[in-house]
C-alpha cells in the first residue's frame, strides 16, 4: 500500500504561479517515479508531467512544457510541480501518483493511470481571469 499525500495549491491569477508538492510512502527502500495529473470538471484525468525515481529525467505535457517545472527534493522525501505563467485552462484537481515499481520510465507508461499504485487525494488549482 502507497500512501500519497499532497499540498499546496489554491487560487492565483493568470499569469502567477503556484507550487503542490507530494510525499510517497510505502514499502521500506522503495522508491517510486512520481506524476501528476489534472482532472478538470467534466473531463477525463490527464497527465500533466513525470519525473524518475532518481529525480535525472522528467516528461511533460505539451501543454506545459516551459511554464511547469517538476522537481525531487530527496532530503525532504518530496516532489514538487512549480507551475509558473498560469493560465485559466489550467483550472483542475491536481492528483498525484506513484508509479508502480519496475515498470520502465517511458512517456507510455507514464501517461497510463492504471500503471499506478497510489494517488493522493487531489488538489485544487484555480486560475482566474
Known amino acids: 500500500q502507497v500512501q500519497v499525500v499532497e499540498s499546496g495549491g489554491g487560487l492565483v491569477q493568470a499569469g502567477g504561479s503556484l507550487r503542490v508538492s507530494c510525499t510517497a510512502s510505502?514499502?521500506?527502500?522503495?522508491?517510486?517515479?512520481m506524476a501528476w495529473f489534472r482532472q478538470a470538471p467534466g473531463k477525463e484525468r490527464q497527465f500533466v508531467a513525470a519525473i524518475m525515481w532518481s529525480g535525472t529525467e522528467t516528461y511533460y505535457a505539451d501543454s506545459v512544457k516551459g511554464r511547469f517545472t517538476f522537481s525531487r527534493d530527496y532530503a525532504k522525501n518530496t516532489v514538487s510541480l512549480q507551475m509558473d505563467s498560469l493560465e485559466p485552462q489550467d483550472t483542475a484537481v491536481y492528483y498525484c501518483a506513484a508509479l508502480s515499481p519496475g515498470l520502465p520510465f517511458t512517456l507510455g507508461t507514464m501517461t497510463r493511470l492504471q500503471n499506478y499504485v497510489g494517488w493522493g487525494q487531489g488538489t485544487q488549482v484555480t486560475v482566474s481571469t
Open positions: 510505502g514499502r521500506t527502500g522503495t522508491t517510486y517515479a
